[in-house]
């Protein structure tokens, strides 16, 4: 069982950053593969960015690269979601979640363990 945790959300104004912060606990979170998702109202769940276990390898939607960055600690059993130049649309709640996987999954039913969510508001 992996327990997640994330933080960092809040209000900020277009071309600001924020900086998101998934704290795991429970078994070794090094063993696992790291994403980001986020859900705005009325709208599916979607893929943001992925890390692969050893933090080798990253990737990212179309919508965010450039502008985010994922990154991991696995010393301190914390992942993190780097968000610079944000735009209104990157308004959602965001949510860590953690699976194990070869190459990084885009798919949300890959993933096993999941946090609550934090909310991330741009304004224009």
């Known amino acids: 069982q992996v327990q997640l945790v994330e933080s960092g959300g809040g209000l900020v104004q277009a071309g600001g950053s924020l900086r998101l912060s998934c704290a795991a606990s429970g078994r070794t979170f090094s063993t696992y593969g790291m994403g980001w998702f986020r859900q705005a109202p009325g709208k599916e769940r979607e893929f943001v960015a992925g890390i692969s276990w050893s933090g080798l390898s990253t990737y990212y939607a179309d919508s965010v690269k450039g502008r985010f960055t994922i990154s991991r600690d696995n010393a301190q059993s914390t992942g993190y979601l780097q968000m610079n130049i944000l735009k209104p649309e990157d308004t959602a709640v965001y949510y860590c979640?953690?699976?194990?996987?070869?190459?990084?999954?885009?798919?949300?039913?890959?993933?096993?363990?999941w946090g609550q969510g934090t909310q991330v508001t741009v304004s224009s």
């Open positions: 979640a953690a699976g194990r996987y070869i190459t990084i999954e885009q798919r949300a039913n890959q993933y096993n363990y």
